[in-house]
């Protein structure tokens, strides 16, 4: 604080509001005796309001020749304590160690135990009348470390310090084995002690339970790896150990076994009965598909409706049989959703990788290609690859995808789907309204999203063209009234990044405005983070163009690639769409609850508001009014709905 911050007020209100009745009658009895000096334990209101932990001691002194009294405060702080015993003030230094909540050892330089605080001795398992079972004891026979992976005895840090005079740390999976043997992590620094001469005489040790900050990183370990859904490995973690097997395949020794698996009339259940239910029928599928499998076996789950399995040193004869009871108990299996039963299936590709298999995406691909041929084969079938099947399956997948978008093209066969976007607050004027979804009309009269043709698209390069119809069709939606946007609000339209990269595209969007009634702050142009940094300067530019002529635009998927925080300082963003895999946690994911905070703390930093997609439940929707974002989007607020011609 400033001086002029505290001249002509009560010192009573520098100290928490619960203490000042105790110092109001300590600081009254010093008119009738003078000090003691015997250090006390308060806690001071700093300049922002906190309270800080203080050690204070009064003391009588002469103030323009007037009797006054002088209060010193001194901060609470591992340092506090070391410098305190190294000044040899042994009663300050002893209230000060009580008053710590991390555990506090001292020992002389014979490492011989000195002095132990209360909290050191709940860290030891032991009550405060035990303090004598540690005093006069040696450190080594009070602290038991050992590492938390290997579970071999760590180093005696005590003995390092005095060796070496200078600052040990314990290693970062340090273990403490208390008095009843049992364990807790913990972090564990010791630091010398010297004496007024420089001469050394013992340590302080401090002792932090690391019991929560330790579970809180494995928590995150397990998130980046683990499919949220099933607890099975995600698709990234299964790449990784694939990529590992790859590198250590030769010819003698027995090759790892690749499966790709995807259920078959998983799609009814999910139309049928809404993503609830088909989130907890793949829930069973996973734990099915694990059951049947061994230990040394990675399991994944892919993405959607699809898995995978590494079956590690098998021989494919094994291996047919582990697909084959897979097979089985999944199609024996019976899903009840409310008064309804559903069976699936799952069919199967299997190839042997060795050293000739290529990279990761070479061996999925083969994979799923033999599951392709598994499925054209009847379904609920083990297909084991060969080299025909990749030229099959995109003969008979690919290229009839391919056929199917350009007359789709043709002859106007997509459709618009509207989602609602509100203001998590209720009030908010301005920013987006809706999301534009495309849908493709299937044979069977039911709408195909592009989570099926949207692969095949990008690789015939159709997406520059599929961008194009549905920008044209939004601006007419919007300009004759069949999308209705509230006074100040946006329709949202997604941009792939295959439509980024083309040159000509900001042309046909600024000459589409041009031509229509529809105004540029009517649109909000979605981009996923992936493409934009792809195209990282084309997009710039594309961004600084439309953002002259009102245009807004949101980042999908944010937080999905740990470049993101990074890529968002380098675009001129208006909104960021946090990544579903975050927002259908909020509420009971403490690790989902930290990363969603910081995105809206960086966020708030830079001007940009923030967007929740994938909000399925009350639950996740308060939790997300609770967190300060801006808007919603998610089936709780409102299912996607085709536009009317």
């Known amino acids: 604080m400033r001086q002029s911050d505290l001249c002509g007020k009560s010192v009573l209100s520098l100290f928490a509001p619960d203490d000042r009745g105790g110092l109001s009658d300590r600081f009254s009895a010093l008119q009738d005796r003078p000090p003691s000096g015997v250090p006390y334990t308060a806690r001071l209101l700093n300049r922002t309001g906190e309270l800080d932990d203080v050690v204070c001691t009064d003391t009588l002194v002469t103030y323009r020749g007037e009797s006054a009294v002088m209060t010193t405060a001194q901060a609470l702080t591992r340092d506090a304590i070391f410098d305190a015993s190294s000044a040899a003030n042994e009663e300050r230094a002893a209230l000060a160690m009580a008053a710590l909540a991390e555990g506090v050892l001292q020992t002389d330089e014979q490492a011989i135990v000195q002095a132990a605080n209360p909290a050191a001795l709940r860290l030891l398992g032991l009550g405060g009348e035990d303090v004598n079972t540690v005093v006069g004891q040696p450190w080594a026979d009070v602290i038991r470390l050992i590492d938390e992976v290997d579970r071999q005895p760590l180093t005696d840090p005590v003995a390092r310090c005095l060796l070496e005079r200078q600052r040990v740390h314990a290693g970062r999976q340090a273990v403490l084995l208390d008095a009843g043997g049992a364990e807790r992590p913990v972090d564990l620094a010791v630091v010398p002690l010297f004496n007024a001469e420089r001469a050394l005489v013992g340590t302080a040790a401090v002792l932090h339970d690391a019991t ?5 990183a494995r928590r995150m370990t397990y998130e980046a790896s683990h499919d949220a859904l099933t607890g099975l490995l995600n698709r ?9 097997a790859l590198e250590r395949q030769s010819e003698e020794t027995a090759g790892d076994v690749l499966c790709y698996l995807d259920l078959d009339r998983f799609k009814t259940v999910n139309d049928t009965c809404g993503h609830v239910a088909g989130d907890k029928l793949l829930r069973q599928i996973a734990k099915l598909i694990r059951e049947k499998v061994r230990d040394s076996d990675s399991v994944a789950r892919l993405g959607g409706d699809e898995f995978g399995l590494l079956l590690a040193s098998c021989p494919l ?4 049989q582990i697909a084959d009871d897979v097979c089985n108990v999944v199609e024996d299996h019976q899903f009840v959703w409310r008064d309804q039963i559903f069976s699936v299936s799952v069919s199967i590709g299997l190839v042997q990788i060795g050293p000739h298999s290529g990279s990761v995406e070479d061996a999925l691909s083969a994979a799923d290609s033999a599951c392709y041929v598994a499925k054209q084969r009847g379904r609920a079938r083990v297909h084991v690859y060969s080299a025909k099947d990749e030229a099959l399956a995109r ?6 995808w391919l056929q199917r978008l350009q007359k789709a093209l043709e002859d ?7 989602q609602p976007i509100v203001a998590a607050g209720g009030s908010e004027r301005g920013g987006p309204a809706c999301e534009l979804l495309l849908r493709l009309r299937g044979r069977d009269g039911g709408l195909v999203t592009p989570h099926d043709f949207g692969e095949s698209a990008k690789r015939y390069h159709l997406m520059p063209k599929i961008d194009r119809w549905v920008l044209t069709h939004a601006l007419t939606a919007i300009e004759h009234g069949r999308l209705k946007l509230p006074p100040g609000r946006r329709c949202t339209v997604n941009l792939s990044g295959q439509t980024m ?9 600024v000459e589409s405005l041009d ?3 529809v105004t540029g702050d009517q649109l909000c142009f979605e981009v996923a983070e992936s493409s934009v940094i792809a195209n990282l300067e084309y997009a710039r530019r594309f961004i600084d163009v439309l953002h002259g002529l009102n245009c807004h635009f949101a980042l999908d998927d944010f937080g999905s690639g740990m470049g993101s925080f990074a890529n968002l300082r380098q675009l001129e963003m208006d909104y960021i769409k946090i990544d ?28 940009v508001r923030v967007v929740a997609e994938q909000v399925e439940s009350q639950q996740t929707l308060d939790a997300v009014r609770d967190m300060g974002i801006d808007f919603v989007q998610g089936h709780v607020i409102g299912e996607p709905s085709v536009l009317s011609s």
């Open 501 to 509: 990269g083309d040159p000509s595209f900001l042309e046909f969007v």
């Open 395 to 400: 003969q008979r997948g690919e290229i009839l």
């Open 236 to 244: 990234r973690e299964f790449e990784s150990r694939l990529g590992a």
């Open 580 to 607: 579903g895999a975050y927002t259908r946690d909020l509420g009971d994911d403490a690790v989902s609850e930290a990363m969603v905070a910081a995105m809206v703390k960086l966020a708030r930093s830079l001007n």
């Open 212 to 216: 929560e900050t330790r579970g809180l």
């Open 515 to 517: 031509a229509s009634s």
């Open 412 to 418: 106007d066969a997509f459709d618009l789907a509207v």
């Open 317 to 320: 004869s094994k291996a047919r």
